[in-house]
């Protein structure tokens, strides 16, 4: 998505703690992961996941990361989106600049540099 050379093995939707339970509550029968705080060393958030059809839905509710210096980050907040549009569907996503900030974050090296040679074509092409 947003040209990039990165292929999603799920779709994560992003919201605060109230909406993940809302959002999965009438997606019951699909939940292979009932909402619980999930922790981890580099993140921690309210994870649910669903599978439907066979895919794979990750619903993440106040979102934390781990700087490199140790401190959590603020809850993340889509401040601002893109809209796609697929097959005549319009898809809010978080622009490539943000998504960039939080794999920088987490470490994620492969991610960073696929998404900056996306950002890098972007820009020539605005030229």
């Given at each position: 998505m947003q040209n990039t050379d990165v292929s999603p093995r799920d779709i994560d939707i992003v919201t605060n703690r109230k909406g993940a339970f809302q959002i999965t509550e009438p997606l019951k029968d699909y939940e292979t992961q009932k909402v619980r705080l999930t922790k981890s060393e580099k993140m921690s958030s309210y994870m649910g996941?669903?599978?439907i059809e066979?895919?794979?839905?990750?619903?993440?509710?106040?979102?934390?990361a781990k700087t490199p210096k140790g401190?959590?980050?603020r809850f993340f907040k889509l401040e601002r989106k893109v809209i796609l549009t697929i097959n005549d569907m319009r898809i809010p996503v978080s622009p490539l600049e943000t998504e960039l900030k939080a794999y920088e974050i987490l470490g994620r090296t492969d991610k960073v540099q696929k998404i900056r040679e996306a950002l890098r074509k972007q820009?020539?092409?605005?030229?």
């Open positions: 996941k669903l599978c066979g895919l794979e839905v990750e619903v993440i509710g106040d979102f934390q401190e959590w980050t820009s020539r092409d605005l030229v």
